[in-house]
């Protein structure tokens, strides 16, 4: 009896590692988590925790390997071998975000444009809503590439994380992004040394 649990629970964890949740919606209930369009949540299982990163097995032919640095940044508790994780990349595969299964995470979605360009290193963009107001984030290193490549003043769409930290960005829409095109001077300057 012990045994056929014992078998379920595997069972269900090797489905849990399995399941990649295709496009992400609305705030997930249980996180209360916010994602933009094109990003997406994978579950995964943590195999192994080296040299400050995860290895994660998402039930992809190669496991991800996550590090730590992104939880220790936001005090959240290390990750140890078997948890299971809700690991959030964007629209390039790139890692958005990592949480325990049923962990709280407070992302906000902020609808505005870049306010000027950013300076050489990419790692600080002045946002003016759509509402008018000015706010000044950092920038996840992961995401300087794309929020350095929306061009002063085209209509875009924030992720920012737990910390006020810029996560990932998208256009507005299709309308937005096709406007971006003809604007390549209003981009900001490429990183310095």
Same mark, same amino acid.
């Given at each position: 009896?012990?045994?056929?649990?014992? %078998?379920?629970?595997?069972?269900?964890?090797?489905?849990?590692?399995?399941?990649?949740?295709?496009?992400?919606?609305?705030?997930?209930?249980?996180?209360?988590? %916010?994602?933009?369009?094109?990003?997406?949540?994978?579950?995964?299982?943590?195999?192994?925790?080296?040299?400050?990163?995860?290895?994660?097995?998402?039930?992809?032919?190669?496991?991800?390997?996550?590090?730590?640095?992104?939880?220790?940044?936001?005090?959240?508790?290390?990750?140890?071998?078997?948890?299971?994780? %809700?690991?959030?990349?964007?629209?390039?595969?790139?890692?958005?975000?990592?949480?325990?299964?049923?962990?709280?995470?407070?992302?906000?979605?902020?609808?505005?444009?870049?306010? /000027?360009?950013? %300076?050489?290193?990419?790692?600080?963009?002045?946002?003016?809503?759509?509402?008018?107001? /000015?706010?000044?984030?950092?920038?996840?290193?992961?995401?300087?590439?794309?929020?350095?490549?929306?061009?002063?003043?085209?209509?875009?769409?924030?992720?920012?994380?737990?910390?006020?930290?810029?996560?990932?960005?998208?256009?507005?829409?299709?309308?937005?992004? /096709?406007?971006?095109?003809?604007?390549? /001077?209003?981009?900001?300057?490429?990183?310095?040394?």
């Amino acid at each position: 009896m012990a045994l056929h649990a014992l %078998e379920r629970s595997v069972i269900t964890l090797c489905l849990l590692g399995a399941v990649t949740l295709a496009e992400a919606g609305p705030p997930s209930p249980s996180t209360g988590s %916010e994602l933009l369009s094109g990003d997406r949540v994978l579950l995964g299982t943590v195999e192994e925790v080296r040299s400050d990163q995860a290895r994660i097995n998402t039930g992809e032919m190669q496991p991800r390997f996550v590090p730590m640095n992104v939880r220790k940044e936001k005090k959240l508790p290390d990750l140890k071998k078997g948890d299971l994780v %809700e690991i959030t990349v964007n629209d390039q595969n790139l890692l958005v975000d990592v949480h325990l299964v049923g962990e709280m995470s407070h992302h906000q979605i902020v609808h505005g444009r870049i306010a /000027q360009p950013m %300076e050489s290193g990419h790692d600080k963009a002045v946002i003016r809503t759509n509402d008018g107001k /000015q706010e000044s984030h950092v920038v996840r290193p992961v995401a300087r590439s794309k929020v350095a490549s929306i061009p002063v003043g085209a209509d875009a769409i924030f992720l920012i994380d737990e910390l006020g930290k810029i996560a990932d960005v998208t256009f507005a829409n299709a309308e937005a992004a /096709q406007h971006a095109g003809g604007m390549p /001077q209003q981009k900001s300057p490429l990183k310095g040394n």
